[in-house]
C-alpha cells in the first residue's frame, strides 16, 4: 500500500462515525386454527422496501418500549413485548438532508393482541401478514433476513413445547 493510499484510509477511519442506534420490532401473531405464525412486514415510507417498524431512542423508554411504541406509531399493532433482544441488524439509512447513516437496529419481538384502525401513520406504508420465508425472502438486509429465520426456529421449538405441555396435561397416569 503506497504511502498516500494509506494515508486516505487513515483519514476515513479517522471520520467514520460509529452506527446510530435504533431499536426495531418483529411482529408476529399466531393463527387459531391452524398454529401457523405469521409476522407483520411494511413498506418504507421514501422506497417503498419491505421493513419491520423501527426508531430512534426515545428519551424515558426501554429499547423494547421503544420498538412497541414504533409498531403501533407505524403498523397500528399493540400486543405483548419480550424484553430479550433477538438480534441486531444493520442498515444504510439516508436522511432527510441526503446525508447516508450507517444504523444498528436492536430487534425485539411483540406478540400482537390487537390492530388499531387509526394510527399515527396510517395510509403511508402497506402492511402485510407473510411467513416466516416470505418475509425473509422480502427484506432486503441479510441480517434482518437471518433474524426471521432464526426467529422462526425459536417459535417453532416454543410451540412445539406448548403443545406437548398441552397434550400431557389431558393425559391420566395410569393407576398400578
Known amino acids: 500500500m503506497t504511502l498516500l493510499a494509506r494515508l486516505a484510509s487513515d483519514v476515513q477511519l479517522m471520520f467514520r462515525r460509529p452506527p446510530r442506534q435504533q431499536y426495531g420490532a418483529i411482529c408476529y401473531r399466531v393463527k387459531r386454527k391452524s398454529g401457523d405464525v405469521e409476522v407483520l412486514l411494511m413498506t418504507s415510507r421514501d422506497t417503498g422496501r419491505w421493513v419491520i417498524p423501527k426508531g430512534w431512542p426515545m428519551t424515558g423508554k426501554c429499547a423494547h418500549e421503544v420498538a412497541a411504541q414504533e409498531a403501533f406509531e407505524e403498523a397500528g ?23 447516508q447513516v450507517a444504523c444498528k437496529v436492536q430487534v425485539y419481538a411483540i406478540e400482537v393482541t390487537e390492530m388499531a384502525k387509526n394510527f399515527k401513520e396510517k395510509g403511508e406504508r ?7 420465508d416470505e418475509a425473509a425472502g422480502r427484506v432486503r438486509e441479510p441480517e434482518l433476513r437471518g433474524l426471521f429465520l432464526a426467529f422462526k426456529r425459536k417459535m417453532t421449538e416454543r410451540l412445539s413445547a406448548q403443545a406437548v405441555k398441552q397434550g400431557s396435561a389431558g393425559k391420566q397416569i395410569p393407576a398400578e
Not at 441488524?89 to 436522511?95: E, G, N, P, V
Not at 402497506?126 to 416466516?132: A, L, N, T
Open 126 to 132: 402497506r402492511i402485510e401478514w407473510v411467513s416466516f
Open 77 to 99: 399493532v399493540r400486543g405483548a413485548v419480550e424484553t430479550e433482544t433477538l438480534g441486531a441488524y444493520s442498515y444504510s439509512k439516508i436522511l432527510r438532508d441526503g446525508v
